[in-house]
């Protein structure tokens, strides 16, 4: 597993793959219908954000 420690600063780039909703939710437009859709998108965002980096007890 390549997995790395995040730095103050770093550069380092992770990938999500967002709907068009989940990409409008998290800019702050309301879906009164469907309001799981920005939970949904920040599930998303820090799943990949767990499986890029790794996370230390003393950082959390």
Known sequence: MNSSTIQNGSKE???VELT???ALALTGVAFNASKDV???AQRKIRAAFEKTFDFTAEER
């Open 13 to 15: 780039k992770i990938t």
């Open 38 to 40: 920005k939970a949904s």
């Open 20 to 22: 068009p909703n989940e």
